[in-house]
């Protein structure tokens, strides 16, 4: 069977298929929960890429990033790498299973440092592709494009040979991400503008169809030099024909974007040219047909059809069904790291007495946050009274709830049970590998700080009484932080002070009421240490302070160890929330709404929030009214 677009003579069908964000989940695994998870991994995504090739005489398969970090087994096989020289990374292993034709890196590539990063690409059979970024002399890093020179078969039978270029393009904010890998190694280079100049060397080279793999979403924003999220700008760039999309963990084509200017959310086209967002963790395969004619100038694109093939579904009653069966060869050739990393997140650390989780993290003050918070606060004090220039300062810290379903799903959550705890369930509560840091700010930027995070709730209209959901569907929960050692309210009958990019765009506008420091209305002017993460003191989010001049300390460990330590040396833990923040009061008649896992119906809410059970939501939610008495 053909790819399904009717071909005609002088025609070639092309099949171009991709996973993105893969995020190390090889297995059909959750290792933070220990138990399988039929809604992730290669393992699954590999059986639909046998599919598709099955039905396609002509295809090619590619990688958009993000592959290395995300579960404790691309933590361990980071941590292996570092401790054996001869390491092969298991998810390039099982990726060399596959025959992929290129890939590209992602952002989180570089959290384990560039030695991991270039020496688990290095055993890859497969190109590796960067193009705008290079090392700091100008010189290559990964090649900018590679040239793919293949025998298809035309619609006739008959043999042709193509030549399509191939670019990989990553976030120019790594360069604040992950600085201390990056700093005085590499030099980032605006998305659209590294790929016009590399189109135009790709056509010197007499390429057939150039095809991106861009590890970047889509702005709701206009073209800004640097921009995070610039697939629609790149589909304007002369002579690409396709590109594989990815970073933001959602799907295209599809409802999440059929607001957005210049798309086609439904036929997955950017500014007429197909491109694909194959959701996250090998959730979906993404798939790109072409019909290609041959004229006088070459081959062009006459036709595209663009889909995300899932590896399961829910239900009606949101429970994961599974629409195909693993790959025997990429389980085989995960196996060993799967046995390994299950033995290591199981080695227990403390004990305990009270569950955590994060069913209601983003409308009530949290227990797991606020565990954080207090092992990055005992952490850092020591380091800020050693140091005569920060002595004495008050010292508050911020974190967000790293798991709060939204657009990675209900089954991402924080939960941990009563008893003995292991490293995965320090990795649960904390699942990034980011470096502690230190900025010194005044208590006017502490406010802004707050503005910016409480901006990622919805306006409420207290005058309305129809259902008004506090949150959209793709909010950043990573980018909701929580500063203890202040205490205040969050108002969401006002408007955003700022966007989800972190620029002001209501100036007049303030959410953050009531705060305060020990008790009194907070000094404007006094001088605090915020203890925070490399990832937002480096610019990550747009938080107001964070630009790299406020740095008191950077610490050499990471949270995740931190927290872990602190666990360990407690030894019996009873993590409360202290209520620092909560929800301003709304008005009795509006009707305010919040989605989080089923699981929350058997949570007890804080005191001042009052939930009432509206019954499932789409995606496997469920819908709760969310009352502030």
């Known amino acids: 069977m053909d790819s399904g677009i009717a071909g005609?003579?002088?025609?070639?069908?092309?099949?171009?298929?991709?996973?993105?964000?893969?995020?190390?989940?090889?297995?059909?695994?959750?290792?933070?929960?220990?138990?399988?998870?039929?809604?992730v991994g290669l393992s699954k995504t590999a059986t639909l890429i046998a599919e598709a090739r099955d039905q396609a005489r002509n295809c090619l398969l590619f990688d958009n990033g993000d592959i290395l970090q995300g579960t404790p087994l691309g933590d361990y096989a980071a941590l292996s790498m570092t401790k054996d020289l001869t390491a092969v990374h298991p998810v390039v292993a099982a990726m060399n299973v596959l025959d992929y034709a290129a890939a590209t890196v992602g952002n989180h590539e570089f959290n384990y440092g560039l030695d991991v990063l270039e020496r688990a690409y290095g055993s890859a059979r497969f190109p590796v592709v960067c193009t705008n970024i290079q090392r700091l002399d100008g010189g290559l890093w990964f090649p900018p494009s590679v040239v793919i020179e293949r025998l298809f078969v035309d619609d006739s039978g008959a043999s042709c040979r193509l030549r399509l270029g191939v670019m990989g393009f990553a976030p120019v904010q790594i360069a604040q991400w992950d600085e201390a890998h990056v700093a005085g190694r590499l030099r980032l280079l605006d998305i659209v503008e590294a790929a016009r100049a590399e189109v135009v060397n790709l056509k010197n080279k007499g390429v057939d169809l150039i095809i991106a793999l861009c590890h970047s979403g889509i702005s709701r924003h206009g073209r800004t030099i640097g921009e995070e999220n610039a697939a629609q700008d790149l589909a304007l760039v002369e002579d690409l024909d396709a590109q594989f999309i990815g970073h933001q963990h959602l799907l295209f084509p599809g409802e999440d974007f059929a607001d957005v200017a210049g798309l086609d959310a439904a036929r997955g086209l950017i500014h007429g040219k197909p491109a694909v967002m194959a959701g996250f963790w090998g959730s979906h395969l993404g798939v790109i047909d072409l019909a290609l004619e041959r004229g006088p100038a070459g081959w062009r694109v006459v036709k595209a059809q663009v889909e995300a093939r899932p590896i399961a579904r829910r239900d009606e009653n949101g429970a994961v069904v599974a629409l195909v069966d693993s790959d025997p060869d990429v389980l085989q050739a995960a196996s060993a790291a799967h046995?390994?990393?299950?033995?290591?997140?199981?080695?227990?650390?403390?004990?305990?007495?009270?569950?955590?989780?994060?069913?209601?993290?983003?409308?009530?003050?949290?227990p797991t946050v606020q565990l954080v918070n207090e092992a990055q606060r005992a952490y850092a004090a020591p380091l800020a009274a050693a140091d005569a220039n920060l002595a004495g300062l008050p010292i508050v810290s911020a974190a967000a709830p790293f798991k709060c379903g939204g657009r990675n799903g209900p089954d991402y959550y924080t939960d941990v049970a009563r008893g003995p705890i292991g490293i995965k369930d320090v990795a649960d509560i904390y699942p990034y590998p980011n470096s502690l840091r230190v900025l010194k700010i005044d208590g006017a930027t502490v406010r802004e700080w707050l503005e910016r995070s409480a901006s990622i709730f919805l306006r409420v209209d207290p005058s309305m009484t129809a259902e008004q959901p506090l949150l959209g569907p793709a909010f950043a929960c990573y980018n909701f932080d929580v500063i203890d050692g202040v205490e205040y309210t969050i108002d969401v009958t006002q408007p955003a002070r700022y966007d989800d990019s972190g620029a002001l765009i209501a100036p007049d506008a303030h959410r953050v009421g009531g705060l305060t420091h020990d008790g009194a209305p907070i000094d404007l002017g006094q001088m605090f240490l915020v203890v925070t993460n490399n990832y937002r003191a480096s610019g990550g989010g747009g938080f107001p302070g964070c630009d790299g001049r406020h740095l008191a300390i950077e610490a050499p460990d990471v949270i995740r160890d931190i927290l872990l330590r602190y666990v360990e040396a407690a030894k019996d833990l009873s993590p409360?929330?202290?209520?620092?923040?909560?929800?301003?009061?709304?008005?009795?008649?509006?009707?305010?709404?919040?989605?989080?896992?089923?699981?929350?119906?058997?949570?007890?809410?804080?005191?001042?929030?009052?939930l009432t059970a509206m019954g499932p939501a789409p995606g496997g939610f469920a819908k709760f009214r969310v009352e502030t008495p």
Do not use: C
């Open 8 to 39: 005609a003579q002088g025609r070639l069908n092309l099949r171009l298929i991709g996973v993105t964000d893969l995020h190390a989940n090889l297995y059909p695994y959750d290792y933070f929960r220990d138990r399988p998870d039929p809604s």
């Open 339 to 366: 046995e390994a990393t299950l033995q290591y997140i199981r080695a227990p650390v403390g004990t305990l007495n009270e569950p955590l989780h994060t069913y209601l993290a983003m409308i009530a003050d949290d």
């Open 576 to 610: 409360r929330s202290d209520g620092n923040w909560r929800l301003a009061p709304l008005p009795g008649a509006v009707t305010a709404t919040y989605l989080t896992s089923p699981l929350a119906a058997q949570v007890r809410p804080p005191p001042h929030i009052k």
